[in-house]
Nanobody, 117 residues
């Protein structure tokens, strides 16, 4: 059964950093692109960053230069390193398989990121 488990969120001050992790199971991880999304009560879920099986990456304009997506196929895990965090980065962050189009119907619980002083 496909499963996604996000972790690493928390409360951080503006300018701070966090590293999110997403552990995937039930899929052949190395054969899937992976994407990070985020959602707030005021906005629809939006794409944050994506990584292909070969390591090609794309980012939302709002996070370019601040966030870095990476993957560890041996650990079946995708990461999101978030630096220079801003209050507008506050959201619940989710991951899914697929390159910008989610493939797994059952989303994980997400991980809350709150940027506030």
């Amino acid at each position: 059964q496909e499963q996604l488990v996000e972790s690493g969120g928390g409360l951080v001050q503006p300018g701070g950093s966090l590293r999110l992790s997403c552990a995937a199971s039930g899929i052949v991880f190395s054969t899937y692109a992976m994407t990070w999304y985020r959602q707030t009560p005021q906005k629809q879920r939006e794409l944050v960053a994506a990584i292909t099986t070969s390591g090609r990456t794309i980012y939302a304009e709002s996070v370019k230069g601040r966030f870095t997506i990476s993957r560890d196929n041996a650990a079946n895990t995708v990461y999101l390193q978030m630096n220079s965090l801003k209050p507008e980065d506050t959201a619940v962050y989710y991951c899914n398989a697929g390159f910008t189009i989610p493939i797994i119907n059952s989303w994980g619980q997400g991980t809350q990121v709150t940027v506030s002083s």
